[in-house]
């Protein structure tokens, strides 16, 4: 069974930081690029971040680079991300998702369930 776990979401004040983390299961990890996607209330999912399957490349959306992180460790098949400064409209389901597979082609193929992240004072 093919399983993708975010955890580390929570409340956090403005300017605060979070860690999370997402777990994979059930395929090779190792074979795929990663992202992190977020979804705020009442609005699209919008990308954060991605990685390569070997780490060759990283990316950020304009909005969080210089304070998020995306990091993976293919031997213990995690995936973080790394959120400092956040921003009041961060606040959203931040999920962590297959975005290619080296092997197949395929995109957006597995999707976590999220995990909520709440920026307020």
């Known amino acids: 069974e093919v399983r993708l776990v975010e955890s580390g979401g929570g409340l956090v004040q403005p300017g605060g930081s979070l860690r999370l983390s997402c777990a994979a299961s059930g395929f090779t990890f190792g074979n795929y690029d990663m992202s992190w996607v977020r979804q705020a209330p009442g609005k699209g999912p919008e990308w954060v971040s991605g990685?390569?399957?070997?780490?060759?490349?990283?990316s950020y959306a304009d909005s969080v680079k210089g304070r998020f992180t995306i990091s993976r460790d293919n031997a213990k098949n995690t995936l973080t991300l790394q959120m400092n400064n956040l921003k009041p409209e961060e606040t959203a389901v931040y999920y962590c998702?297959?975005?290619?597979?080296?092997?197949?082609?395929?995109?957006?193929?597995?999707w976590g369930q999220g995990t909520q992240v709440t920026v307020s004072s």
């Open positions: 990685i390569h399957s070997s780490t060759i490349w990283i």
């Open positions: 998702t297959t975005r290619y597979s080296q092997v197949t082609g395929a995109r957006y193929e597995y």
